[in-house]
């Protein structure tokens, strides 16, 4: 497995749900579930069955392909599309050291946020690198699997950036869909922000995104992964420690 965790708790129920029903929600939903954690996905129906007061799992496809509303909760409590600005602080004071030490190398950053969320990170992030004066003309790229996160997340950001930012440096961030198993953006990133997504995936799609997302850290860049995950020493892929649950890669 490439990235050890402490992940979430699997919750009362042990039992797998049938995969014809896994099957049948999945397309109801529009989503992969065979791409996370069953233990997560388990979890995640039970809850809603219970709340909807359902007879059993087998009744969910059918009320998700029904209800848009319900549709739509049931697609973040599966993403987890939970974030916050400046979520685990620490963190951030770490790329604050981090990046403004790279005295040496004055380019204005290309930063990718895999997870982007409501975009949160990546505002928390523009904001860190307008304190550094590293923003102008910066790159700052949020990819998510959900497009209503997306839209969520370029909404976010131009109110809780106008304040902050000018309508140029607000033009730097951009968001995508993306589903990041399958593919990375072109290019090669100065700081990856890979927080809390691996955490909720199934062992196959966690490897291939890994390998997207540690393929994309450009020579002398820097991968954050979420406070709960680490890069075990066999899988570090060519990145050094550079401080807790922070990697280098080498110049
Ligand atoms: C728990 S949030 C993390 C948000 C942010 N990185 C943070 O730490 O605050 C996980 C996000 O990953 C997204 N996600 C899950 N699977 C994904 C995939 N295959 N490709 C891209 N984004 C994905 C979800 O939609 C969700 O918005």
Known sequence: ?????AGPRTGASSDLPDPAV??????????????????????TIDRAVERLGL?????????????????????RAVAVSTSGMWRDPQQFDLLDRLIGADHADRRPPRVWSVGASD??????LALLLEGLGRLDGAVLLGSDLLPENVALARERCRERCR????????????FEERDVVRSAPTGSWDVVLCRNVLIHLAPDAKRAMLDHVTGAVAPGGLLLLGRSERLPRDERRGLADAGQNAYRRCA
């Open 22 to 43: 896994v099957r049948a929600l999945g397309a109801a939903c529009g989503l992969d579930l065979e791409a996370f954690r069953p233990a997560h996905v388990t979890r």
């Open 1 to 5: 497995m490439p990235v050890a965790e």
């Open 119 to 124: 975009g949160s990170e990546l505002c928390s």
């Open 163 to 174: 304040e902050r930012l000018t309508p140029a440096q607000l033009s730097t961030l951009r």
């Open 55 to 75: 007879r059993g799992p087998g009744a969910l496809a059918p009320a998700v392909a029904a209800d848009a509303r319900l549709r739509a909760r049931f697609r």
